[in-house]
């Protein structure tokens, strides 16, 4: 999929959200399938065979999250989510049932197409197996379990680097605290999401040119983290 | 007793009384007298014992002792011989007369005993239908006027005044406008709970009764005497002080109906008010939602540089109704005391990026400098709502500081809080004004061209206590503010170190 040529179906039943959605995206030369509502998106997504679904939460007659459930079972695509619930328990439900990031509303072309963007770069990125990655000035060697800043070695602890990994292994998509703290501490901790703050805080320490305005760490208030390159 | 229960001959004057037992044996004797020689004088003898007995029966116990006392005398002054005279000629006679009298004199006595009792039996089966129709009427009562007219209704039966006396809405016993020496005897009855007498110079004293309700006292009810004799009032206390409770517990319960009835109201209320903002928040956020993005798309078109800002403009403001209308609704969520703290362990610099991250395009005329204390502990607060008040204070100094003017954040430890600060160097608001700026809907400037609705301070305030902190604003006038959130520092979760939590 590169993405040049993206197909996405956006479900939402409010039709001038939908209008604005639609134009900005095809204003990228990508196409758009609509539906306004839950059954429709569902036999929509089955037909068209969509690269990336809209779903917003709030939908007449199904809830977005068991859209989502449903969506999850056959497909990988990546989903964004468009919330007009400013409850972040919301949010972390349909990230738990398999959204990737999502929007709240209100919000502005420009972080529309960044999220769309972000979502099929990762998409694209899960294709490769190269174990070299790099962000700002930091470049990480997977295989070599070796981070450089500015070429210089940056000293990680174990626990830094497997939460590194597991930020960069679902970069580009919103993780719950639960999520990061299962993968890096074990299920038997999920609670315990002061252990992530600090690591977060000091993984922002040790890579980011500014670590109180990070440009790659990133905090989703109230719902957990996102990596971004 | 009331006069209307009495039996007929009762009712009629002694000298009366007397008069017709003089008649009944009279007539007895002349009933006799004829046949005194040809009949049995035992039979006169029933006779006058059965007179004796009605008048027992019918008019009471005296006219009885005295109509066998007559009688006795008649029968021996006509009936027995000799004639017309005391003299008796058979001694027998004398004993007829000792058992005629004692005979008279006991049935006198059983009777009239007997009716007394059923008369005690009526008046206190009067006593208890009193006391029934009363409770039945305390229960059926919907208001305090109610319940006050059945008890008045009821002590006038019993030949007194009544007057009662309510708490105040501070739980004080309202004495209205009685003397002092009363209002002295009420308060002392409801500070004692007990009975208390008032002043006996006026006649029989009246009675001051507290109303003691299983959930607590309601008041006191005074008692005056009307026309009672001090021994029958004195013989009613009882009877009072169960009319006292009975009352007692016919307010509380009027009380606790009211309660229930104001907590439905405030429940509706409560439910409507939620249903309103759930509705509000969803209904203004779709169409601001499509306004914002329309416009922001509109703003990106290869249009006139003159349309394109006009595009922008309405992006902006559309952004700014949104804002206000969130501070809105959590605002009244504050107020309703709805809001859920979502509380957990965290830091404050994840609250200070994510509020730089949202306000960039608002902060990009301020330089920022950004102070973070090296020793910032883990602090328990809701993540969305901090951003929130940061937000609130960050806007409120670009908004009032002139452009290009540098914003300070400051984050530091000072008396047991977790500060963080943010200063500008604004014109400052007068140290008069500052306290007043946290009312709701007031800004530092009486008539003001800025946008926003002075909610954010008032929203930041509410927040912050909530948390158990405070927000303070400190300014000098020329010199800039400095808005301060204070959170308290709690004692954080144990953090294990990496060697502690993963061995190997």
């Known amino acids: ?229 | 007793m009331k006069p209307n229960q009495l039996p007929s001959g009762r009712r009629l004057p002694m000298g009366w009384r007397y008069g017709l037992v003089v008649i009944a044996c009279l007539l007895i004797t002349l009933l006799t007298a004829p046949f005194r020689d040809t009949l049995e004088l035992a039979n006169a003898v029933m006779l006058f014992l059965l007179v004796v007995f009605l008048v027992a029966l019918k008019l009471g116990r005296g006219p009885a002792v005295f109509a066998a006392f007559l009688g006795v005398a008649l029968f021996d002054f006509f009936l027995v011989p000799p004639h017309f005279t005391f003299a008796v000629s058979d001694g027998v006679y004398l004993i007829t007369f000792a058992v005629m009298l004692a005979v008279g004199l006991l049935t006198t006595g059983l009777t009239t005993s007997l009716q007394d009792e059923t008369e005690r039996v009526r008046q206190h089966e009067r006593e208890t239908r009193g006391h029934y129709e009363l409770a039945r009427t305390l229960t059926g009562a919907a208001t305090i006027a109610q319940v006050e007219e059945a008890v008045e209704s009821y002590a006038a039966h019993q030949q007194c005044r009544v007057r009662c006396f309510w708490l105040t809405p501070a739980r004080q016993l309202d004495t209205g406008d009685s003397e002092l020496l009363e209002s002295h005897l009420l308060q002392m009855a409801f500070n004692s709970q007990q009975p208390v007498r008032g002043d006996a110079d006026a006649g029989t004293p009246p009675l001051y009764l507290p109303l003691r309700a299983p959930m607590g006292m309601r008041g006191v009810l005074a008692i005056y005497p009307q026309a009672i004799s001090a021994q029958d009032f004195l013989a009613r206390e009882p009877l009072f002080i169960t009319l006292a409770s009975l009352l007692a517990i016919a307010v509380e319960r009027l009380h606790y109906v009211d309660v229930a009835r104001q907590t439905e109201i405030e429940i509706n209320a409560e439910k409507l008010r939620s249903s309103i903002l759930a509705a509000l928040s969803h209904d203004l956020r779709t169409p601001l939602t499509s306004l914002l993005g329309m416009a922001d798309e509109l703003a990106g078109r290869p249009l006139p540089e003159a349309e394109r800002e006009a595009a922008r403009l309405i992006r902006d403001q559309a952004g700014a109704v949104h804002r206000m209308m969130t501070n809105l609704l959590d605002m009244a969520r504050l107020q309703a005391g709805k809001m859920q703290l979502r509380l957990e362990w965290q830091l404050y610099e994840d609250v200070i990026s994510t509020s730089l991250q949202l306000l960039k395009p608002t902060l990009a005329a301020h330089p920022l400098t950004l102070e973070l204390a090296p020793d910032l502990p883990l602090l328990r607060f809701d993540a969305v709502l901090i951003e929130r008040v940061l937000c609130n204070l960050l806007e409120n100094a670009a908004k009032y500081a002139p452009a290009g003017s540098p914003i300070r954040i400051h984050a530091y430890l000072e008396d047991g809080f977790a500060c963080l600060a943010v200063s500008d160097a604004g014109p400052g608001i007068d140290p008069a004004h500052l306290e007043r700026l946290f009312a709701l809907f007031e800004r530092g400037e009486a008539e003001s061209s800025k946008p926003g609705v002075g909610l954010g301070l008032g929203i930041a305030k509410a927040i912050a206590e909530a948390h158990g902190g405070s927000l303070r604003l400190s300014a000098t006038p020329g010199a800039g503010t400095t808005a301060c959130l204070r959170l308290p520092l709690g004692t954080p979760p144990a953090l294990l170190t990496e060697d502690e939590h993963e061995p190997g």
């Open chain 1, 1 to 229: 999929m590169s993405q040049a040529e993206l197909r996405i179906l956006l479900v939402e039943d409010e039709p001038h959200i939908r209008r604005f959605v639609r134009s900005t995206l095809e204003a990228q030369q990508w196409t758009v399938y609509e539906a306004d509502c839950g059954q429709r998106g569902l036999v929509e997504a089955g037909s068209r065979q969509p690269d990336l679904l809209i779903v917003d939460l709030g939908l007449p007659d199904m809830d977005g999250v068991a859209l989502i459930r449903d969506f999850r079972h056959w497909s990988q695509a990546p989903v964004l989510v468009l919330s007009a619930r400013s409850d972040e328990g919301d949010k972390i439900e349909a990230l738990d049932a398999g959204a990737d990031d999502y929007l709240t509303k209100p919000f502005g072309v420009g972080e529309l197409l960044a999220r769309v963007r972000a979502l099929s770069r990762r998409h694209a990125r899960q294709q490769e197996t190269s174990p070299l990655l790099s962000f700002g000035d930091v470049s990480v060697d997977l295989s070599r379990r070796e981070v450089r800043r500015g070429g210089v070695e940056v000293a990680l602890t174990p626990m830094e680097y497997k939460l590194l990994c597991a930020l960069l292994r679902d970069a580009g998509k919103a993780l719950t605290h639960r999520m990061l703290m299962q993968a890096v501490w074990g299920p038997g901790h999920t609670e315990d999401s002061h252990y992530l703050r600090i690591y977060m805080s000091r993984l922002r320490q040790k890579l980011e040119q500014d670590p109180a305005q990070p440009v790659h760490f990133i905090t989703l208030s109230g719902v957990g983290y996102r990596f971004q390159f």
